[in-house]
Protein backbone atom coordinates (compact mmCIF):
# COMPACT_ATOMS: atom_id res chain seq x y z
CA UNK A 1 0.00 0.00 0.00
CA UNK A 2 1.36 3.38 -0.69
CA UNK A 3 0.44 6.37 0.84
CA UNK A 4 1.80 9.87 0.47
CA UNK A 5 3.15 12.14 3.59
CA UNK A 6 5.53 14.63 5.40
CA UNK A 7 8.81 13.91 6.88
CA UNK A 8 8.38 16.04 10.30
CA UNK A 9 11.63 14.43 11.93
CA UNK A 10 14.66 12.70 10.86
CA UNK A 11 16.94 10.95 13.55
CA UNK A 12 19.91 8.95 12.26
CA UNK A 13 18.75 7.21 9.08
CA UNK A 14 14.90 7.09 10.62
CA UNK A 15 12.14 9.27 9.15
CA UNK A 16 8.95 10.14 10.84
CA UNK A 17 6.29 10.74 8.21
CA UNK A 18 3.24 12.25 8.91
CA UNK A 19 0.46 10.67 6.03
CA UNK A 20 -2.59 12.77 4.92
CA UNK A 21 -4.92 11.08 7.53
CA UNK A 22 -2.96 11.96 10.31
CA UNK A 23 -1.34 9.37 11.15
CA UNK A 24 2.56 9.27 11.92
CA UNK A 25 4.85 5.93 10.28
CA UNK A 26 8.88 5.72 11.11
CA UNK A 27 10.42 4.68 7.75
CA UNK A 28 13.41 3.97 6.21
CA UNK A 29 15.10 5.29 2.78
CA UNK A 30 14.83 3.04 -0.35
CA UNK A 31 18.02 2.57 -2.41
CA UNK A 32 16.47 4.28 -5.31
CA UNK A 33 16.41 7.48 -3.19
CA UNK A 34 20.17 7.87 -4.51
CA UNK A 35 19.25 8.60 -7.75
CA UNK A 36 17.15 11.63 -6.17
CA UNK A 37 18.40 14.40 -3.71
CA UNK A 38 18.57 13.10 0.22
CA UNK A 39 15.28 13.44 2.00
CA UNK A 40 14.84 16.31 4.31
CA UNK A 41 12.65 17.63 7.24
CA UNK A 42 10.00 19.00 5.22
CA UNK A 43 9.70 16.81 2.05
CA UNK A 44 6.56 15.62 0.75
CA UNK A 45 7.29 11.51 -0.05
CA UNK A 46 5.67 8.31 -1.32
CA UNK A 47 5.87 5.30 1.23
CA UNK A 48 4.79 2.09 0.84
CA UNK A 49 4.42 -0.68 3.78
CA UNK A 50 6.43 -3.92 3.22
CA UNK A 51 6.11 -7.23 5.85
CA UNK A 52 9.07 -6.11 7.62
CA UNK A 53 9.62 -1.98 7.41
CA UNK A 54 7.84 1.26 5.92
CA UNK A 55 10.29 2.53 2.95
CA UNK A 56 10.19 6.06 1.34
CA UNK A 57 10.38 5.58 -2.24
CA UNK A 58 9.64 9.07 -3.94
CA UNK A 59 10.07 12.22 -2.57
CA UNK A 60 8.20 14.94 -4.52
CA UNK A 61 9.37 18.11 -6.53
CA UNK A 62 10.04 20.77 -3.69
CA UNK A 63 8.76 24.23 -4.40
CA UNK A 64 11.78 25.66 -2.01
CA UNK A 65 14.39 24.19 0.38
CA UNK A 66 16.99 25.81 2.57
CA UNK A 67 20.81 24.37 3.15
CA UNK A 68 21.26 25.16 6.22
CA UNK A 69 19.16 24.38 8.20
CA UNK A 70 18.22 21.56 5.71
CA UNK A 71 14.54 21.96 5.12
CA UNK A 72 12.17 21.98 2.07
CA UNK A 73 8.61 23.13 1.71
CA UNK A 74 8.42 26.09 3.37
CA UNK A 75 5.94 28.74 3.39
CA UNK A 76 7.18 31.38 5.68
CA UNK A 77 10.58 31.91 8.00
CA UNK A 78 10.06 34.23 10.93
CA UNK A 79 13.26 35.71 11.71
CA UNK A 80 13.43 36.24 15.46
CA UNK A 81 15.71 39.09 16.70
CA UNK A 82 15.70 40.37 20.19
CA UNK A 83 16.17 44.21 20.77
CA UNK A 84 19.45 42.95 23.66
CA UNK A 85 21.30 40.40 24.33
CA UNK A 86 22.06 40.01 21.71
CA UNK A 87 22.05 43.44 20.40
CA UNK A 88 19.47 44.15 17.22
CA UNK A 89 21.16 44.57 14.11
CA UNK A 90 19.34 45.41 10.81
CA UNK A 91 21.73 44.14 8.69
CA UNK A 92 21.60 41.05 10.15
CA UNK A 93 17.67 40.63 9.37
CA UNK A 94 18.35 42.21 6.08
CA UNK A 95 20.96 39.55 4.94
CA UNK A 96 18.52 37.34 6.40
CA UNK A 97 15.83 38.37 4.40
CA UNK A 98 17.91 38.26 1.47
CA UNK A 99 18.97 34.49 1.74
CA UNK A 100 14.78 33.65 2.38
CA UNK A 101 13.53 35.65 -0.43
CA UNK A 102 16.21 34.22 -3.08
CA UNK A 103 14.67 30.87 -1.69
CA UNK A 104 11.21 31.78 -2.84
CA UNK A 105 10.28 31.87 1.31
CA UNK A 106 8.48 34.52 2.63
CA UNK A 107 9.96 36.55 5.81
CA UNK A 108 8.43 37.93 8.39
CA UNK A 109 9.84 39.38 11.23
CA UNK A 110 9.15 38.89 15.02
CA UNK A 111 11.19 41.14 17.48
CA UNK A 112 11.51 39.58 20.87
CA UNK A 113 12.45 41.14 24.62
CA UNK A 114 10.71 44.54 23.53
CA UNK A 115 10.09 45.05 27.30
CA UNK A 116 13.92 45.55 27.69
CA UNK A 117 14.12 48.91 25.67
CA UNK A 118 12.41 52.29 26.37
CA UNK A 119 9.43 53.78 24.27
CA UNK A 120 12.11 56.43 22.96
CA UNK A 121 14.88 54.07 21.80
CA UNK A 122 15.65 54.15 18.16
CA UNK A 123 14.89 50.46 17.47
CA UNK A 124 11.26 50.99 17.52
CA UNK A 125 11.91 53.16 14.35
CA UNK A 126 13.93 51.13 12.70
CA UNK A 127 11.06 48.28 13.51
CA UNK A 128 8.82 51.10 11.68
CA UNK A 129 10.83 50.80 9.12
CA UNK A 130 9.96 47.51 8.24
CA UNK A 131 6.77 47.83 8.34
CA UNK A 132 6.51 50.85 6.35
CA UNK A 133 8.00 48.34 3.54
CA UNK A 134 5.59 46.17 4.03
CA UNK A 135 6.85 43.47 6.16
CA UNK A 136 4.55 41.57 8.56
CA UNK A 137 6.04 42.29 11.61
CA UNK A 138 5.32 40.86 15.50
CA UNK A 139 6.26 42.21 19.03
CA UNK A 140 6.88 39.71 21.91
CA UNK A 141 7.71 39.80 25.23
CA UNK A 142 7.06 39.95 29.14
CA UNK A 143 3.19 41.51 28.63
CA UNK A 144 3.24 41.20 25.04
CA UNK A 145 -0.03 39.18 23.59
CA UNK A 146 1.09 36.46 21.27
CA UNK A 147 -2.56 36.31 19.67
CA UNK A 148 -1.54 37.88 16.18
CA UNK A 149 1.97 35.66 15.81
CA UNK A 150 -0.47 32.45 16.49
CA UNK A 151 -2.40 33.36 13.48
CA UNK A 152 0.57 33.76 11.47
CA UNK A 153 1.37 30.27 12.44
CA UNK A 154 -1.72 28.45 11.38
CA UNK A 155 -2.21 26.30 8.35
CA UNK A 156 1.87 27.36 7.50
CA UNK A 157 5.17 25.65 7.06
CA UNK A 158 6.83 28.15 9.30
CA UNK A 159 11.03 28.10 10.08
CA UNK A 160 12.24 30.03 12.79
CA UNK A 161 15.85 31.01 12.27
CA UNK A 162 18.04 34.59 13.76
CA UNK A 163 20.34 35.14 16.18
CA UNK A 164 21.28 32.19 19.13
CA UNK A 165 19.63 33.47 22.41
CA UNK A 166 17.06 35.68 20.52
CA UNK A 167 14.54 33.28 22.58
CA UNK A 168 13.10 31.38 19.37
CA UNK A 169 12.64 28.23 21.79
CA UNK A 170 11.44 30.00 24.73
CA UNK A 171 8.93 32.15 21.76
CA UNK A 172 7.63 28.73 21.18
CA UNK A 173 7.07 27.76 24.65
CA UNK A 174 5.45 31.02 25.06
CA UNK A 175 2.88 30.16 22.17
CA UNK A 176 2.23 26.62 23.36
CA UNK A 177 2.42 26.33 26.97
CA UNK A 178 2.62 22.64 26.79
CA UNK A 179 5.18 22.37 24.18
CA UNK A 180 8.89 22.42 26.04
CA UNK A 181 11.97 22.48 24.71
CA UNK A 182 15.03 23.28 25.95
CA UNK A 183 15.83 27.03 27.17
CA UNK A 184 19.72 28.06 28.25
CA UNK A 185 20.79 31.03 29.74
CA UNK A 186 22.86 33.98 27.56
CA UNK A 187 26.44 33.53 28.00
CA UNK A 188 27.89 36.75 29.07
CA UNK A 189 31.44 35.74 28.87
CA UNK A 190 31.01 35.60 25.34
CA UNK A 191 28.02 37.61 24.71
CA UNK A 192 26.06 35.38 22.42
CA UNK A 193 23.58 33.00 22.90
CA UNK A 194 24.34 28.86 22.91
CA UNK A 195 22.61 26.73 20.30
CA UNK A 196 19.76 25.15 22.53
CA UNK A 197 18.14 23.08 19.32
CA UNK A 198 19.96 19.85 18.17
CA UNK A 199 18.22 18.95 15.02
CA UNK A 200 15.87 20.06 12.52
CA UNK A 201 12.08 19.06 13.45
CA UNK A 202 8.69 20.29 12.42
CA UNK A 203 6.77 21.12 15.65
CA UNK A 204 2.96 21.17 15.83
CA UNK A 205 2.65 24.87 17.04
CA UNK A 206 -0.48 26.63 17.01
CA UNK A 207 -2.75 24.80 14.15
CA UNK A 208 0.16 24.89 11.88
CA UNK A 209 4.19 23.67 11.75
CA UNK A 210 7.38 25.10 12.76
CA UNK A 211 10.83 23.86 12.28
CA UNK A 212 12.75 25.44 14.99
CA UNK A 213 16.42 24.93 14.05
CA UNK A 214 20.06 25.57 15.56
CA UNK A 215 19.66 28.32 12.69
CA UNK A 216 22.23 30.06 10.63
CA UNK A 217 26.16 29.55 11.69
CA UNK A 218 27.08 31.51 7.91
CA UNK A 219 25.34 33.01 5.51
CA UNK A 220 27.05 31.65 2.00
CA UNK A 221 26.39 34.39 -1.01
CA UNK A 222 28.37 32.96 -3.47
CA UNK A 223 25.79 30.87 -5.53
CA UNK A 224 23.64 33.93 -5.40
CA UNK A 225 23.11 35.77 -8.86
CA UNK A 226 22.91 39.47 -9.10
CA UNK A 227 19.53 39.51 -11.17
CA UNK A 228 18.16 37.18 -9.67
CA UNK A 229 18.68 38.80 -6.19
CA UNK A 230 17.07 41.71 -7.25
CA UNK A 231 13.95 40.57 -8.45
CA UNK A 232 13.75 38.44 -4.74
CA UNK A 233 13.95 41.85 -2.54
CA UNK A 234 10.25 42.70 -1.22
CA UNK A 235 11.42 46.07 -1.31
CA UNK A 236 11.90 46.04 -4.87
CA UNK A 237 8.92 44.89 -6.41
CA UNK A 238 7.02 47.82 -6.91
CA UNK A 239 9.99 49.35 -9.23
CA UNK A 240 11.40 46.44 -11.15
CA UNK A 241 11.48 46.28 -14.94
CA UNK A 242 10.92 50.20 -15.11
CA UNK A 243 14.80 51.22 -15.33
CA UNK A 244 16.27 52.34 -18.46
CA UNK A 245 18.53 49.47 -18.80
CA UNK A 246 17.19 46.19 -19.15
CA UNK A 247 20.03 43.99 -16.68
CA UNK A 248 20.22 47.46 -14.62
CA UNK A 249 21.40 45.92 -10.94
CA UNK A 250 20.18 49.53 -9.55
CA UNK A 251 24.40 50.54 -8.56
CA UNK A 252 25.50 53.48 -10.26
CA UNK A 253 23.20 53.17 -13.33
CA UNK A 254 21.52 56.09 -15.00
CA UNK A 255 17.85 55.97 -15.26
CA UNK A 256 17.19 53.43 -12.55
CA UNK A 257 13.86 53.67 -10.64
CA UNK A 258 15.15 51.68 -7.31
CA UNK A 259 17.61 54.05 -6.91
CA UNK A 260 15.18 57.09 -7.46
CA UNK A 261 12.65 55.60 -4.86
CA UNK A 262 15.50 55.08 -2.60
CA UNK A 263 16.16 59.25 -2.76
CA UNK A 264 12.13 60.02 -2.77
CA UNK A 265 12.33 57.85 0.48
CA UNK A 266 9.85 55.53 -1.05
CA UNK A 267 12.37 52.62 -0.45
CA UNK A 268 14.22 52.13 2.88
CA UNK A 269 17.85 53.38 2.51
CA UNK A 270 19.25 50.92 5.25
CA UNK A 271 18.19 47.58 3.51
CA UNK A 272 19.21 49.41 -0.03
CA UNK A 273 22.78 50.05 1.31
CA UNK A 274 22.57 46.57 2.73
CA UNK A 275 21.34 45.29 -1.17
CA UNK A 276 24.91 47.25 -2.32
CA UNK A 277 26.60 45.46 0.56
CA UNK A 278 25.93 42.44 -0.63
CA UNK A 279 25.85 42.98 -4.62
CA UNK A 280 29.44 43.80 -3.42
CA UNK A 281 30.20 40.70 -1.91
CA UNK A 282 28.81 38.13 -4.63
CA UNK A 283 30.85 40.38 -7.40
CA UNK A 284 34.08 39.65 -5.01
CA UNK A 285 32.93 35.94 -4.52
CA UNK A 286 33.18 36.73 -0.91
CA UNK A 287 31.20 33.76 0.67
CA UNK A 288 30.75 34.65 4.61
CA UNK A 289 30.36 37.41 6.20
Known amino acids: ?5 RIIKIIS ?3 EVLDEQGNRHLCVAMGKLRKQYAPVVGDI ?7 DQIGIQKIQKRKNELKRPAIANVDQAIIVMSCKDPDF ?4 IDRLIFQIAYANITPILCITKLDLIREDDPIHQEIEDYRKSGYQVYESGKGYATEELCAALKGKISVLTGQSGAGKSSLLNRIEPDFKLQTQEISKALGRGKHTTRHCELHEVAQGWVGDTPGFSSMDFSYMDVM ?3 ECIPDFKDYLYSCKFNDCIHINEPGCKIQEAVEA ?7 YEHYKEIVAMIKSGKPKY
Open 45 to 51: VTIEHFS
Open 265 to 271: GKISKIR
Open 1 to 5: MKQQG
Open 228 to 230: TLQ
Open 89 to 92: STTL
Open 13 to 15: NQY
